[in-house]
């Protein structure tokens, strides 16, 4: 079962755009929510992430906007450039079952295309 | 990035032949993992280790184990290659528990002809 839904599923702004891309969950056991960024040929790259005691957080242009009562996290990009063309991953972090030890589960990703 | 090499980068290999996958980190990290990243699907949680001989499964387990001798590597082996395990495969490290703060090797693109 996918625990954590993104979309859209890709994405094109022009310079200078706001995009923003969406992830939902339904399981209220996640307590952590990062975006990470991945260009082509690398790994991904943690980008910025929240936790729900708060409703935002802010670094640089990125932004993460978190509805703890929708189950609804997103990312915005303010002044979008070029080089933010990448795919976004959103995740959120589950314990397991004997609740030592957590891990991420992805969302399936969005392909952001910022023209110049 | 951030002291993780993964080997090799670049593999091919004949359906029903053992893989091995290898991660190796200099960071000292306490936590390990693999995933594999597909088309339409983003990144699966294959397995993790917690520490030295821990480990536990992902959510895309089946056809995969892992071994954890020591800290600084995490091995990945395809017991019997197929060709649905065609795939570009990642190893993150993580010094906090919580899922935090990963950090991704550069990948190996494992192809099963």
């Known amino acids: 079962q996918q625990q954590v839904k993104q979309s859209p599923q890709s994405l094109i702004v022009q310079k200078g755009g706001i995009p923003i891309i969406n992830c939902a969950y339904e399981?209220?056991?996640?307590?952590?929510f990062p975006w990470y960024q991945q260009f082509p040929g690398k790994g991904p790259a943690l980008l910025i992430a929240?936790?729900?005691?708060?409703s935002e957080k802010k670094e640089g242009r990125f932004t993460i906007s978190f509805n703890k009562s929708a189950k609804q996290f997103s990312l915005h990009i303010m002044d979008s450039q070029p080089g933010d063309s990448a795919t976004y991953f959103c995740?959120?972090?589950?314990?397991?079952?004997?609740?030592?030890?957590?891990?991420?589960?992805f969302g399936k990703g969005t392909l952001l295309t910022v023209n110049p | 990035d951030a002291g993780i090499t993964q080997s090799p980068r670049h593999k091919v290999t004949e359906t029903g032949t053992p893989v091995t996958l290898r991660c190796h980190q200099t960071?000292?990290?306490?936590?390990m993992y693999w995933y594999r990243q597909d088309p339409g699907h983003g990144l699966r949680l294959i397995h993790y280790?917690?520490?030295?001989?821990?480990?536990d499964k992902g959510e895309v387990s089946d056809g995969y184990s892992v071994s954890r001798s020591k800290t600084e590597d995490f091995l990945l082996t395809l017991e019997s290659a197929t060709s649905s395990q065609t795939s570009v495969y990642f190893c993150?490290?993580?010094?906090?528990?919580?899922?935090?703060?990963?950090?991704f090797g550069s990948g190996t693109q494992l192809s099963v002809l």
């Open positions: 993150a490290i993580s010094e906090r528990s919580r899922g935090e703060k990963l950090f």
């Open positions: 399981n209220t056991a996640f307590d952590y």
């Open positions: 929240i936790r729900p005691d708060v």
């Open positions: 995740a959120a972090s589950v314990a397991n079952s004997g609740g030592s030890n957590y891990k991420l589960t």
């Open positions: 960071e000292n990290h306490r936590y």
């Open positions: 280790s917690y520490g030295v001989k821990d480990t």
